[in-house]
Each structure stands twice: as C-alpha cells, then as structure tokens.
C-alpha cells in the first residue's frame, strides 16, 4: 500500500486536555480530545504532519519554579501559535485524542505546563505533508534525534499496524540520558538492539539508544550507531528506507549515509514558523531543482516539515 502522507480537512478546532503528566526531567505529555469536526479532522492526521496551538490565553507558572534559564524569556507575549507534532493519535465514535510531547524550551512550552485537565486550546490542523511510505519497502531506519521523536512514534505505529511487509527499528539519540524523551529510567537502557523503549516496544518494534556521552546506550551519534547496525545488515538498500526528524546536523548526516549506500530517506525539517499555513514565507527550506544546479525555496510548513531528503540543501552544506 502507498501513501502520500497527506490529509484532507484541515481547519481551526477547539480541544480540550485530558491529561498534562510531566515525562523525566523537562518533558510533558499532553493528551487533547477533539469533538465533531475537529474529531474528523484529526482523525486524518498523517504520521509527520503537525499542528498550530495558540498558548496565549494559558497562565504562566508560579515564579519561583519558572527554570532559572527561561526567567528573562518567561514574560514574553506569546502572540504566535507554536508548532508540534503528535506522537499518536487515536479515534473511536466520532471522538478523536491527539498525545503532544513536548520539551520546556521558552514562553509557550513553559506555559504549557500550566495546562489542567478540561481546559480548553484552540488548534489549527491537521498541517503540511507527513511521512509517506514508496512501493517496495521491506525494512525502515526510524531516527530521532532529541527532540525529533514525536512523528518518528507516530510513524512506527502507523507501519506496525498497515505495513506488516515492513519491519522497522528505531534509532533514539541525545546528547545525554535526561535529554531523551522517552518514558522510563534511561540511564540504565542497554548498548543493544532490543525493546528497549516501551513507546516503540509497544508496537512489536525494536529500538536502540544512543547517547554522545554514553550516559545511555551506545556511546556516539545516533547516526554513528544506525551506520554500524547497517555494516551487520545485509538486507537489499532498495528495500530500505530511512524516517528521520531531529536537529539539522542530524539529518544531514542520515542523508549523507542514505545517499552513499543508495537508500530512500525522508527527512523532517524544523523552522521557526509564524503561520504556519503558508502565508508569512518565514520558514523556507532550500531545495534543488532535479537535474539542474538551480535551487528553490519551498515552504517547511506547506511543503513539508517532511521532504525527500535528496531534495534538501542542509545549512551546514554537508
Ligand atoms: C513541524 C514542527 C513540529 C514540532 N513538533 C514539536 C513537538 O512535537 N514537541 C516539541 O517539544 N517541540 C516541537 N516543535 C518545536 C516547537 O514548536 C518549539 O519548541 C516551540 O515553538 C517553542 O516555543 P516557546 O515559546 O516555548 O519557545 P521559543 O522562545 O519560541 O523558542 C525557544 C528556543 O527554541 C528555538 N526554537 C523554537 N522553535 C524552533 C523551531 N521551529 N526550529 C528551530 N528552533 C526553534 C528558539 O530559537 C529558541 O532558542 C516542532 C516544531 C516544528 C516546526
Ligand atoms: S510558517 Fe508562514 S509560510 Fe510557513
């Protein structure tokens, strides 16, 4: 089955939290429930697409537990909606729940801790084009780095449950233990493949962990360690595909290694977007244009955030 990694009915919908349950040392999962429209809406959504959440009417936290680096930052309206992704989403009878992780970062994120149960968020999705599946894949590379897990959850379910043709394994990386996103005790995740982290476990897939520090896992870049898994694969690189969403650098290199073993990669991209529906031209990524030398700029939140990542000019020129 090919999919093109696109929903159709996308529009501005009011949610409300079920549940806002902090995840290790800075990290939350937010469970929204959407109603009529906004149900059917969502219920389309496709692994890698994303949605605008509006956070300005939502409190700041009390001062003093506001971390000591987002104290300047914390005060800042916030005007603009902010993106994210979901790391599932699930419907039945016409109720559709959408589960947001996400990282305290800066204004939004900080005020997002502040969500209870019952309130309500005003949504504007399902957003962009997601992650699609080509004819002929037998094996996928799922890599996320840090904060890139969201879609990457998203996806393995999604080839768990429609792709039985396909076995995937995950490859999580960070800088150190606490910075992994994932629930669980990190620093005591073994250096081998297994069903490691229960979020891909879960669905039948294994998962490796990878940290810079070797505070978990194999010790090296997530990319390092996806290269090592495919020295001791054999499996044919046209039956393969790698799913990557992370830091720039990150992606980068996964194509980098995609492209010298002859491997289909697609890549989430990440820009700070305003609209997010392709207005405001603040979020472009550089693209080649095929057989030429030209490149374009398309939109990460029309176009993408997901691209084919031959496509790609990365910023740091890899
Ligand atoms: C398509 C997409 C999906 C996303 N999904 C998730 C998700 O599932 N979970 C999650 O935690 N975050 C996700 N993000 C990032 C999230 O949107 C930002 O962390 C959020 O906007 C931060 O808002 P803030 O007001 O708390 O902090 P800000 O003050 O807005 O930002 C804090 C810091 O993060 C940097 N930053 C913020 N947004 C971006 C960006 N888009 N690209 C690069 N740097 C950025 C800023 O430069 C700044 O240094 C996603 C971003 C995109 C584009
Ligand atoms: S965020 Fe406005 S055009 Fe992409």
């Known amino acids: 089955m090919?999919?093109?990694g696109t929903s159709s009915g996308k529009g501005q919908f009011d949610a409300a939290v079920r549940e806002n349950r902090l995840i290790g040392e800075r990290f939350y999962k937010l469970k929204l429930e959407f109603f009529g429209e906004g149900a059917e809406a969502f219920e389309g959504f496709r692994p890698g697409q994303f949605a605008q959440v509006d956070i300005s009417g939502t409190a700041l936290p009390p001062a003093d537990s506001i971390p000591d680096e987002l104290r300047d930052s914390a005060g800042r309206d916030v005007l603009l909606r902010r993106p994210f992704s979901f790391t599932d989403v699930t419907s039945d009878r016409g109720r559709t729940w959408a589960e947001l992780l996400y990282c305290v970062v800066g204004p939004s994120t900080l005020r997002m801790t502040t969500l209870q149960a019952g309130d309500s968020l005003s949504v504007i999705g399902p957003l962009g084009n997601g992650f699609w599946v080509p004819e002929g894949k037998k094996t996928a590379l799922l890599v996320a780095g840090g904060m890139g897990s969201p879609p990457v959850q998203c996806l393995a379910k999604m080839l768990a449950k429609d792709y039985p043709e396909i076995t995937p394994t995950a490859f999580a990386g960070a800088k150190r233990a606490g910075d992994l996103?994932?629930?669980g005790r990190m620093d005591e995740v073994s250096r081998e493949i297994g069903f490691v982290l229960k979020e891909?476990?879960?669905h039948?897939?294994?998962?490796?962990?990878?940290?810079d520090d070797g505070s978990a896992g194999f010790k090296g870049l997530v990319t390092d360690c996806m290269v090592q898994w495919l020295t001791g694969n054999s499996a044919?690189?046209?039956e393969m595909i790698i799913y990557a969403c992370g830091p720039e650098a990150m992606l980068a290199k996964a194509a980098a290694i995609a492209r010298e073993r002859g491997i289909d990669c697609q890549v989430s991209m990440e820009r700070r977007m305003a609209c997010g529906t392709g207005i405001c031209q603040s979020c472009a990524v550089e693209c080649r244009v095929e057989g030429s030398s030209e490149t374009v700029y398309k939109l990460c939140c029309k176009d993408g955030p997901v691209f084919d990542a031959r496509e790609v000019v990365f910023s740091d020129r890899e």
Not at 204 to 211: K, M, N, W
């Open 204 to 211: 039948g897939i294994e998962s490796i962990v990878a940290t």
């Open 2 to 4: 090919a999919d093109n």
């Open 181 to 183: 996103p994932f629930e």
């Open 236 to 238: 044919p690189r046209k």
């Open 200 to 202: 891909f476990g879960r």
